[in-house]
């Protein structure tokens, strides 16, 4: 059986969410910017550690904010399968605090929002364009401790333009969901296990 696995790509307008989905699909980068109007999926197959993965990769238009319920997430066409996906990517650009501003604030919502073990599902900070390292607002170290220590989430640096680390995020991100994902089916077994045991010991 083939899992699927559903990635939200969130971050604020013109930090590069749809470059780096389409350099790791299509190894394609487009100098021009074309504002996200509405939701895209991706579906691309990846093969980690020998098991295939169906992805779908959601390219979130820029939201206000996390949607709360799942009645808001359906009224907003851009917010649909936002609530439920299986992990997240936030997209800010290292030169541009603003767009950092913004991944902290929905992270926190997300954090808040999600129903059921928020503080399990995957989150990978990204921080795009990399190339442009001399105009960084922050200290890479300042931000990774933060992201990792602080917020609790995965964090990777990237350059869309070169698709340099693009490969390396979607693995680190895997990674995380894989493992964890694994862990709760092994606690759910466990648990089944447990409860025949009872019920024979009742019987």
């Not at 504002?35 to 959601?58: A, F, M």
Request: glycine fraction near 6%; hydrophobic fraction near 40%; aromatic fraction near 10%.
């Amino acid at each position: 059986m083939v899992e699927t696995l559903s990635i939200a790509v969130i971050g604020a307008p013109g930090v590069g969410k749809t470059s780096i989905i389409r350099q790791f699909i299509y190894n394609d980068f487009s100098e021009v910017y074309t504002p996200t109007r509405t939701r895209y999926v991706y579906r691309p197959s990846v093969i980690l550690n020998g098991n295939i993965y169906e992805l779908k990769v959601l390219d979130v238009p820029p939201i206000s904010s996390f949607p709360s319920s799942s009645s808001q997430e359906w009224l907003d066409l851009r917010c649909r399968g936002v609530r439920n996906a299986n992990a997240y990517i936030l997209v800010y650009d290292i030169c541009c605090v603003e767009s950092f501003e913004y991944v902290k604030m929905i992270r926190q919502q997300i954090v808040e929002h999600r129903e059921g073990s928020s503080s399990e599902v995957p989150i990978l900070v990204v921080g795009n364009k990399r190339d442009l390292q001399r105009q960084r607002f922050m200290p890479r170290r300042a931000v990774s401790v933060l992201v990792k220590k602080t917020w609790k989430c995965g964090y990777v640096e990237c350059s869309a333009k070169f698709n340099w680390h693009v490969v390396l995020l979607f693995k680190e991100l895997l990674g995380i969901a894989v493992a964890r994902g694994m862990r709760q089916n092994h606690t759910s077994i466990r648990l089944q296990g447990a409860l025949q045991r009872n019920r024979c010991t009742i019987m």
